[in-house]
């Protein structure tokens, strides 16, 4: 199986920063890397797929990048409601597997 | 507005069966594959299994392979996980998810449902 890992675990962050996580797959993924945000007591929602493709509706403070092994997403300014936990995915390969998340929290 | 809504979950013993149901509106389900994730309580997300939009492709994690099936009756818009000798590790909520193409592999899941609780215990 492709393991995913996420940095940070989580972080403190303020209205207004720009954040950046980033997740690792343990093998060559090419694009195939989608993430997730997860409210507490929510379903997760799509905001990101094929590594930097916004899912409609999705603000465009978010961004994704990166390729093969390496991806990033970025929240350019934090609002209020983009305090949750984010989830890296590849889909390249069975099973498709999830990174363990990062929490944003309010600092 | 796609809409997922899982059922079938609740309370049982280790070894028992549990089956689980999603009911799909908002699209039209036969032209997308389908998904089952967990999240154990306070942990991250685990697919489960993915299903194609004709049943011709069909996966599983390592952790429920040979005691879960999954299957779709597209005629009644629904998806089912049958869930066998169950056991501890296997308490989740279960979530129904819609993919973005007719094959689950290489495809995000792009709509989610509420979940259903799923409890293995004595």
């Known amino acids: 199986d492709i393991q995913m890992t996420q940095s940070p675990s989580s972080l403190s962050a303020s209205v207004g920063d720009r954040i950046t996580i980033t997740c690792r797959a343990s093998?060559?993924?090419?694009?195939?890397l989608n993430w997730y945000q997860q409210k507490p007591g929510k379903a997760p929602r799509l905001l990101i797929f094929?590594?930097?493709t916004l899912q409609t509706g999705v603000p465009s403070r978010f961004s994704g990048s990166g390729s093969g092994t390496d991806f990033t997403l970025t929240i350019g300014s934090l609002h209020p409601e983009d305090f949750a936990t984010y989830y890296c995915q590849q889909s390249y390969n069975t099973p498709p597997t999830f990174g363990p998340g990062t929490k944003v929290a309010i600092k | 507005e796609v809409q997922l809504v899982e059922s079938g979950g609740g309370l049982v013993q280790p070894g028992r069966s549990l089956r689980l149901s999603c009911v799909a509106s908002?699209?039209?389900?036969?032209?997308?594959?389908m998904n089952w994730v967990r999240q154990a309580p306070g942990k991250g997300l685990e697919w489960v299994s993915g299903?194609?939009?004709?049943?011709?492709?069909?996966g599983y994690a390592d952790s429920v392979k040979g005691r879960f099936t999954i299957s779709r009756d597209n005629a009644k818009n629904s998806l089912h996980l049958q869930m066998d000798s169950l056991r501890a590790e296997d308490t989740a909520l279960y979530y129904c998810?819609?993919?973005?193409?007719?094959?689950?592999?290489?495809?995000?899941?792009?709509?989610w449902g509420q979940g259903t609780l799923v409890t293995v215990s004595s």
């Open positions: 094929a590594s930097s």
């Open positions: 908002g699209f039209t389900f036969d032209d997308y594959a």
């Open positions: 093998q060559n993924i090419i694009n195939y």
């Open positions: 299903i194609s939009w004709s049943s011709g492709t069909i």
């Open positions: 998810a819609k993919a973005g193409s007719p094959e689950w592999l290489f495809e995000p899941s792009d709509s």
